[in-house]
């Protein structure tokens, strides 16, 4: 038989309804995984006790046939949702000792649907970052290594890249993560998984720590697009909570799967071929063409005219919601609390002690750009920027169905060679995913091909505002050419 | 633009941050450059465009929902959030000077 960590979330449905195994040992199949993949850090607290406790109430509901969707199902939770009665800490030293009261709605869903909660996996500090090297909980390494190079340690991408790396190690079925301006995406490349930002308000962002308001979405992360659909189907919908979720029913993804693509337009933008991009990336991205066109898609070029501006638009939004968002940090209700002469010292002792570099940076520079003087000059710039890059979207899809895109320019890198690019580099990183994100439009990852160093690469198909089930479609076609089987080492006992 | 040590200070200042004073250069440095990169969306032509807060402003309205307790009787469970706490009483320093 199969390894269980193996197996997809829908084949583990299967045999779980149908007694081949119980939850219990399916969580502890993955139990066993974690322990000998500590290695990796994906996971900043592992709840095995919790785990074997909702196992064997999941094995309780099999048995009186009443499973939920992900009914059994090991899922890794991004320590950015809040958990009740478990530590969530969002990778920073300021949320010391926070264990929430309450529940995340998109987190509740999946314990709702018989979700068993394995960890909360490891992140960049509050979500900033793309490698998941910027946490208080130290880094998260990629299972992946280069062909032939067992020694260098590659970044799992970031911020979600404890869950990345977790669903790709088989450390869990499934993970949810949080996409700001590429977070699940870029991670799901470099990892070799499928992921999900799905279009903005379409999951509830309720309980889930705020980094920038206007751009943050959760969305599911797995091994299959199937897998990916059906955790979607539980984290969507509409909540009271969260005023900017949409009001909208959730259709069944897994239906949209398959198919053809015959009378369908597919948009490449010709702006997303910038020099320096790895050549692998551009035959992965032929060959996707390639395969959609096989699949009677018309092909046709696009233009987004503003796609050089969605970086700096998205850094300066980004930055400065991040200012006016963290400013509720300041040691006096929860968390970490630092001694002062006066109350300012108390907030800034606090603040400084608690949050890592790149919060600090992220907030100086937010508060800067909202100071009186520049506001005008950048932030409110930047916003009007960001509805040219909007209606570059829509002009777009007057003409297409969707677009389709690499995920990141390069495959995954060490730490080192992260800490050692320049800031325009590592922002570089994100020009694929971050226009997406500022225009809030459904995107999805999907691994593709294997570079000739031996790393995952992944495609990006972008839809229509809540259009997802036309993504699901597209990546479930992707995934079929692609036939992408190849595994990260793992380590075996 | 340059940024000079007296508006870094303002700004840590503002943003509750204690920067201590061998970093104050190296904030200034990083505000310049990150002013220098965004001056390139200066070229963008925004004369009539409207500042966009967010994506679902088009044709969505925020929804309210009814103004009615959902949960209560949580006291314990809110009190074990406080950094201290004394009968009963959740302890914060005082915050009002």
Known sequence: MTDLVDLTIAEARKALDEGEFTATELAEAHIKEMEKAKHLNAYITETPDLALEMAKKSDERIKNKKAGLLEGIPVGMKDLYCTKGVLTTAASHILDGFVPFYESTVSEKIWNAGGVLMGKTNLDEFAMGSGTITGYYGCTENPWKRT??????????????????????GLCMCATGTDTGGSIRQPASFCGIVGLKPTYGRCSRYGIIAFASSLDQAGPMARTVEDTALLMEVMAGFDDKDST????????????????????????????????????????WDEGIRWLKDAGAEVVEVSLPHTEYALTTYHVIASAECSSNLARYDGIRFGLRKDGKTL?????????????????????????????????????KAQKVRRLIVKDFDDAFKKVDFLLTPAA????????????????????????????SLAGLPAMVVPSAISSDGLPLGLQIIGKPFAEEQVFQVASIIEKAANFTKQPHRVRG | MPVDINTVKQVAYLARLKVPDSDLEKVAKELESLCQWAE??????????????????????LIYRDDKVTEGGIRDELMSLATENEDGYYEVPQVVE
């Not at chain 1, 009378?263 to 692998?280: A, Q, T, W």
């Not at chain 1, 995954?412 to 050692?420: D, G, I, L, P, Q």
């Open chain 1, 344 to 380: 300012d010292e108390v907030y800034a002792n606090t603040r400084m002690e608690g949050f890592g570099n790149e919060p600090r940076r992220r907030i100086l520079i937010g508060t800067y750009i909202l100071g009186e003087s520049r506001y005008n000059d950048y932030f409110l």
């Open chain 2, 40 to 61: 390139h969306l200066k070229e963008v032509d925004t004369e009539f465009v409207e500042p966009l807060t967010s994506v679902l402003d088009k044709d969505m309205p």
């Open chain 1, 409 to 436: 320019p390069s495959t995954a890198v060490s730490a080192e060679e992260m800490k050692n690019q320049d800031p325009i580099t590592v922002f570089l990183n994100d020009a694929f995913v971050c226009p997406a």
């Open chain 1, 245 to 284: 979720s949409a009001q909208l029913a959730v259709p069944n993804y897994r239906k949209a799967l398959g198919g053809d693509l015959k009378g369908k337009v597919v948009g490449i933008p010709k702006e997303y071929r910038p020099s320096g991009i790895n050549p692998d990336v551009i035959k992965m």
């Open chain 1, 148 to 169: 032939g190079d067992n020694k260098t340690v590659l970044v799992p991408g970031g911020s979600s890249g404890g869950s990345a790396a977790a669903v790709s190690a």
